[in-house]
């Protein structure tokens, strides 16, 4: 039962991770209909950000989770505008593969800096765990659920009871009719992108202290993550969290009781529900 | 009798994709405060043209003025902006959205709220009441709360009037009103634009004659693009070319 709980908790904990880059690849696809290959590269650059600030000004955790998205978050808005922008009326290929190729340039250069070896990021806050009655907790990882808890709901509530969220949802979902209502839906995509690259950059913010620190740490989670939003549904928020957290569920106690398939389980996953729901759990079929 | 003055206008516009030109010179002159109705086969360039005069497309060619503004080539949201609103030919409605919320939008986009985008539903309720009565107008008031996604087909496109209301427009572009709709459903939309079109223009596609000739104070026929005929129901209905383009194969 113990061991049950536990890989639950740490299921949630990876499922943190997961909620908060499907997040965010979620409200770009829903505004900008494209699919942000440089999500896992932008995540990897958050937790390198938090090791270059501490080696180079010795400012600690907190600052990074300040500093390192907001840095990020406007990069996210330049490129947006320099590049990415400049390809939507195209094919969407053409933006798979420019995200793509950043993913693959941002990777490059800080190899070329760091090399392949892993950074050691110890300034993480809450060490140590702390003893809930069924196990020991580990305290920075409660700390991390809680901070994507938080943002996840605080993403939703911005969604739903703001103004600025309406005008999010209505253009993600017909952006010819808002913009007949004489609302200017462009003018809302830059900072929607750089919003979501903010996220990515804050969950690379949070796993420095507890993952390992290298520059293939994103291609790595990215692929699952990818899993986890065809799952929800391209382009739904409370699909992409709902699986995010659910498949970090099921990744660990896969690997708890049926070892075999705790790497496949999830690809297994993704092909049933397309089947089914070709359109993800709660995706909605493009409309003709 | 005094001459309306014309609050549309476009000249020799044009609009080609790829070699095909769908949209070739057309010269429209909107009397203001008139129902003007657009009809033609299908394939005649409506829908086109409505694109156009709405900003959701570029024109290749000519200019579109309304009310003094050269609009051609601006986007959307400007042209809405100046006081055009449409209503789309196929329901294009927020699923999850209810009835009320889709018309508190459409109300608060037209308002001087400017940047405030910070401001939480409080701020919409404000425009609750007006909403309301604006779905009461089009028989929608029992709805208000339900998600637009599950009303009936006729009542879908009554919401789309109520939105199009709620953004108060002076020129008021209505893509096939009717069309899909039961006798039933027709009288009342026939009934509801003949009310609606109180101090402002109303332009209109629509493929049913009938309600063509109960709205309508000037029809244009369009046929591959092009401007056929122009005048009042009445002439047009009996024009030989008309009757061979458009109603050939209903008289046959």
């Given amino acids: 039962m113990t061991s049950f709980l536990q890989q639950a908790f ?25 699919v942000n290959f440089a999500h896992g590269a932008l995540y990897m650059l958050g937790a390198f950000g938090a090791v270059a600030l501490a080696d180079t000004t010795g400012l600690g955790f907190w600052w990074a989770l300040l500093l390192v998205p907001l840095a990020l978050a406007l990069t996210g808005t330049l490129l947006e505008r320099l590049l990415i922008r400049r390809l939507t009326a ?15 340039v941002c990777q490059d250069l800080l190899r070329m800096k760091y090399g392949a070896h892993s950074q050691p990021y110890e300034r993480g806050p809450f060490t140590g765990s702390m003893d809930l009655g069924l196990f020991d907790f580990p305290r ?41 209502f004489g609302i200017d839906t462009g003018r809302w995509v830059t900072p929607v992108f ?60 896969g690997n708890l009781y049926v070892p075999v398939l705790s790497q496949t389980s999830v690809y297994l996953l993704m092909a049933v529900v397309l089947l089914v729901r070709p359109a993800g759990l709660f995706g909605k079929e493009e409309p003709a | 009798m005094r001459q309306p ?48 005069l709405t900003g959701f497309l570029k024109p290749t060619a000519g200019r579109i003025t309304f009310d003094g503004h050269d609009i051609t080539g601006q986007p959307p949201e400007r042209i809405a902006g100046l006081g055009v609103a449409r209503s789309f030919q196929v329901t294009s409605l927020f699923e999850q959205m209810t009835a009320r919320e889709h018309v508190e939008l459409a109300l608060q986009s037209g308002t001087g709220l400017g940047r405030r985008f910070w401001r939480t539903d409080t701020l919409m309720r404000r425009f609750s009441g007006r909403a309301l009565e604006l779905l009461g107008d089009v028989g929608l008031a029992h709805l208000a709360d339900r998600p637009a996604g599950h009303l009936p087909y006729g009542q879908k496109r009554a919401l789309e009037l109520a939105l199009a209301l709620a953004l108060d ?17 027709i009288d009342r939309t026939v009934a509801l634009v003949d009310q609606i079109r ?22 244009t026929v369009l046929q591959r693009g092009e401007v056929l005929v122009e005048g009042p129901y009445d002439r047009v209905k009996t024009d030989p070319r008309v009757v061979e383009a458009y109603l050939g194969a209903d008289v046959a």
């Fill in chain 1, 10 to 34: 740490n299921g949630l904990v990876s499922g943190s991770f997961y909620a908060l880059l499907a997040l965010g690849l979620a409200v770009i696809f829903g505004m900008l209909r494209v």
């Fill in chain 1, 90 to 104: 195209l094919d969407p290929l053409y933006n798979f593969l420019l995200t793509f190729g950043i993913a693959l």
């Fill in chain 1, 140 to 180: 920075y990882q409660v700390f991390v659920l809680a901070v994507s808890v938080t943002l996840c709901l605080a993403v939703w509530l911005l969604l739903t009871h703001t103004r600025i969220g309406t005008i999010v949802r209505a253009a993600t979902e017909r952006p010819e009719l808002t913009r007949a």
């Fill in chain 1, 194 to 253: 750089g919003f979501g690259v903010g996220l990515a950059a804050l969950a690379g913010v949070l796993a420095a202290p507890m993952r390992a620190v290298n520059t293939g740490m994103g291609s790595d989670l990215i692929i699952t993550v990818f899993a986890v939003v065809v799952i929800g549904g391209l382009g739904s928020v409370f699909g992409s969290v709902l699986a995010g957290f659910t498949i970090g569920m099921l990744q660990a106690l």
């Fill in chain 2, 5 to 52: 003055r014309a609050i549309l206008v476009t000249q020799g516009l044009s609009k080609e994709f790829q070699g095909f030109r769908a949209v070739s010179a057309v010269d429209l002159s909107v009397a203001e405060g008139t129902v003007h109705a657009l009809v033609g086969p299908n394939g005649a360039g409506k829908t086109t043209l409505f694109n156009l």
């Fill in chain 2, 169 to 185: 427009p002076a020129l008021l572009l209505l893509d096939e009103p009717t069309a899909g709709m039961g006798l039933e459903d």
């Fill in chain 2, 198 to 219: 109180e101090g402002r223009t109303v332009v209109m596609v629509e493929h049913n004659m009938s309600v063509v000739g109960s709205l309508a104070d000037t029809v």
